[in-house]
């Protein structure tokens, strides 16, 4: 089973930028497409994005897209989630996960996570 830490979370003023990391370990992250998801505080945890185990398509929720950018480098068994003009509702902890689900949006769905990071805080001032 692959190993996730997040790390890269932080306090930033509304408009600002951040970039998390995943790193995971054992050989298999290159074969597992990967997600982040995020749960504010009182609210159920929410689909961010995704992007496919070659880094060849993404999906993002409506509420970040043209903000965020994930990729990923699999030399590096590393994920990256770009943050880019960041709001006060984007506070929340940023989760990534790893699974083997794609299709039918079934890698926004946490049910279908193989293996979840242990979380990371963001925290957006206004």
């Known amino acids: 089973q692959v190993q996730l830490v997040e790390s890269g979370g932080g306090l930033v003023q509304a408009g600002g930028s951040l970039r998390l990391s995943c790193a995971a370990s054992?050989?298999?992250?290159?074969?597992?497409?990967m997600g982040w998801f995020r749960q504010a505080p009182g609210k159920e945890r929410e689909f961010v994005a995704a992007i496919r185990w070659s880094g060849g398509s993404t999906y993002y929720a409506d509420s970040v897209k043209g903000r965020f950018t994930i990729s990923r480098d699999n030399a590096k068994n590393t994920g990256y989630l770009q943050m880019n003009s960041l709001k006060p509702e984007d506070t929340a902890v940023y989760y990534c996960?790893?699974?083997?689900?794609?299709?039918?949006?079934?890698?926004?769905?946490?049910?279908?996570?193989?293996?979840w990071g242990q979380g990371t805080q963001v925290t957006v001032s206004s």
């Open positions: 996960a790893v699974t083997r689900q794609w299709g039918n949006y079934q890698v926004t769905d946490e049910n279908n996570v193989d293996s």
């Open positions: 054992g050989r298999t992250f290159s074969s597992y497409h």
